[in-house]
């Protein structure tokens, strides 16, 4: 839309690359789309943001639940990311013993 809108990355719960462009998912339940690629922003973001998939990078404080396979990750803003079979493990150990098990 032409505007540049500044977020701190403490609103930031979740980010889903596709291709060239990635969502960018708010605490206050936004949807914006920018023109920067999941890799880069991952470059840029704190130590609190875990990549869990190759499109999904996950800011740790606004996860809520994991599925019992760990293949999913809920957000606290109501979204769902999707973990990568790689990361399984890697992400259970993260979050696996601290949160509320969700069915996937």
């Known amino acids: 839309m032409g505007r540049t809108i500044t977020i701190g990355a403490e609103h930031i719960t979740l980010l889903e690359g ?11 339940g ?5 023109c920067k690629t999941l890799k ?12 869990v998939h190759k499109s999904f990078l ?12 760990g293949r999913a990750l809920k957000m606290r803003c109501g979204n769902e990311a999707v973990v990568s ?3 399984t493990k ?6 696996g013993r601290r949160m509320e098990r969700i069915s996937a």
């Open 18 to 28: 596709e291709g060239n462009y990635t969502y960018v998912y708010t605490s206050a």
């Open 30 to 34: 936004r949807k914006y789309l920018i």
């Open 40 to 51: 880069w922003l991952a470059c840029r973001l704190d130590g609190n943001f875990v990549r």
């Open 58 to 69: 996950v800011n740790a404080d606004y996860v809520i639940g994991c599925a019992e396979d």
């Open 85 to 87: 079979r790689r990361k």
């Open 90 to 95: 890697e992400i259970i150990g993260i979050f």
